[in-house]
């Protein structure tokens, strides 16, 4: 069974960083495509980065140059490190083993606020 968990979701003020993780079982992680998304209050689920097994990353155009996306196979762990973080950031961020399309499996989520 495929297990996704993020953690580190915060309420943070604008400009702030925020770095989220995920730790992932069921699946042969180090030979998988990951990613995470979000969904914005009253907004539908939006890939925010993606990268493959050899470390190729995608970002969606808002958060590039702010986001970087990592993971470490030893420990089965997907990392999103977060900088400038903007109020349009505000959202739940899930961790997907889909992030091409789908985006399913997703863990259950965690919540970033970005306030003043």
């Known amino acids: 069974e495929v297990l996704l968990v993020e953690s580190g979701g915060d309420v943070v003020q604008p400009g702030e960083s925020l770095r989220l993780s995920c730790a992932a079982s069921?699946?042969?992680?180090?030979?998988?495509?990951v990613g995470w998304v979000r969904q914005a209050p009253g907004k539908g689920l939006e890939r925010v980065a993606a990268?493959?097994?050899?470390?190729?990353?995608n970002y969606v155009d808002p958060v590039k140059g702010r986001f970087t996306i990592s993971r470490d196979n030893a420990k089965n762990t997907l990392y999103l490190q977060m900088g400038s973080l903007k109020t349009d950031d505000t959202a739940v961020y899930y961790c997907?083993?889909?992030?091409?399309?789908?985006?399913?499996?997703r863990g259950q989520g965690t919540q970033v606020t970005v306030s003043s």
């Open positions: 990268i493959t097994p050899g470390g190729g990353t």
């Open positions: 069921g699946f042969t992680f180090s030979t998988s495509d």
């Open positions: 997907t083993k889909n992030p091409w399309s789908g985006y399913l499996p």
